[in-house]
């Protein structure tokens, strides 16, 4: 059953009155809101076994440990993967990104060899390519969009060749909200070259889709717990278990080791190699319970709610005068995210008189300006919106659009 | 709404000195970029160069910078160079006569820091 009204009664934030007006949160595309849940999981550590793990024999470390662990099998569930030793707990996406970049990168990038991504990635999906491209003399190739902000494909043949090592795509833009069909894509990917190992940047993705890893055939996703009403400071890198088991640490230091003398050093396996030093063990048990309460949403449920409540909000704002809207036309091809420019007002200025209604949007390039040189706009506006999101909202949006307009646009 | 007060908006509406000078001194093409504003000013100085004469704005921006802009290039008309350099936050803000957040801060500052990096690459 799938009840927003019920569904807002878990988050504290959206039952509390700002300068005494509700909040109108349409951001989660940045991070999404945590219901009460989450927040006592969290809590719940630290008042019942707050303690360190794999050091103590003490029950109370021992206990901490287990639910970490738990929550690994929790999280590798929650993606298709059979295998929890595949899933590796890092700060948040950009963190797996660097963490797949510099490991991997590092040790298997070879001068004259290439790397492709896209120009709608975050800006997470394109610097740390960059920077090892720069250290090992590789070229970093970039994948277009056409028409509405789709993937151009047709050329993908032309951009991957035997020397492509890998392919860093996004599953769901967090701009345009375009959802690319990353499953055909890595096919031909890998059809074209077996070899190109395939990174997918899920952080738009995960917290709104049903995500299989076995299906889709990528060797790396990445994802932040804080878009997905986790904490802030998880995130997760999933890898293939062969690949993993190639690449060298990341960080060194304690957990990661199984033996350290003093003139070497016996790595632990995967995952723990990529998990330096004490991780954020609330952090995961709240993602854990993020994921609990999405399990019993039900992810089919979200996106179908998703789809309504964007399809809604397509057509009220498509009503406002001198409106463009990015990305797809239709609510079943784009996540939960609409960017848009109004004519004649820049997007800080609308995202600011909305804020006088407590009606909290994103202004700016949202971390992807390359995508925005490509659309020749300076910046955007961007809603977005999630399982707690009605309606209501969406007309609160729509009318403060129209109030901004009435304020910054002069008939002269 | 404070922020979008008569005074700020006639100035985003109709700015001061928005334009390209023909015969600039500085001519700074490659303009200032943050977060979706981006502003770029050529200056004509005075003939014995330590003096703004004339100076001009363009790009776009959001209504703070771009009444900021139109205020700061009045004010810094006529002044001395080195005083220009010498500007702080505490003016634009006077300037506008508002009160900002941290983030719309930056907006109202890209003007000066625009004007101030040009006058320096000018200096060097
Ligand atoms: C598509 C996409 N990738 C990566 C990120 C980076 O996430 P984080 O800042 O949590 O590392 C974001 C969010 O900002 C995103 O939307």
Redesign the pocket.
Known sequence: MFDVQKIRQDFPIINKKINGKPLVYLDS??SSLKPHQVISAENKYYEDYGVNIFRGVYSLSETATEKYEEARKIVAGFIGSSDEREVVFT???????NLAASSWGRSSLNQGENLVSTVM??H??IVPWQEICREKKAELRFIDIVNLGQLDLDNLAQLIDQKTRLVAL?Y???VLGTINPVKNIINNIKSINSRTLILL?A??AVPHLKVNVADLGADFI?F?G??MLAPTGI?VLWGKYDVLQNMPPYQTGGEMIREVYLDHTIYNEIPYKFEAGTPNIAGTLGLAEAVRYLTGLGMNNVRNHEIEIVDYALNQLGKIKEITIYGPIKARDRGGVIAFNVKGIHPHDLAQILDTDNICIRSGH??AMPLHQRLNIPASCRASFYIYNTRDEVDKLAEGIQKAQKILTTKD | MDLYRDFILTHYHHPHNFGHLSDPDIDDKKGNPFCGDQISVTIKLTSNKKKVEKINFEGTGCAISIASASLLTDYVTGKDIISIMDLKKEKVIELLGITLSPTRLKCALLPLETIQVSLLSHLR
């Open positions: 595309t940045a700060r948040n996406a950009t963190e797996a990104v990635e975050h997470a999906n996004t769901v833009s967090n940047d952080a738009q990445v932040s804080h878009k995130g949202h971390c």
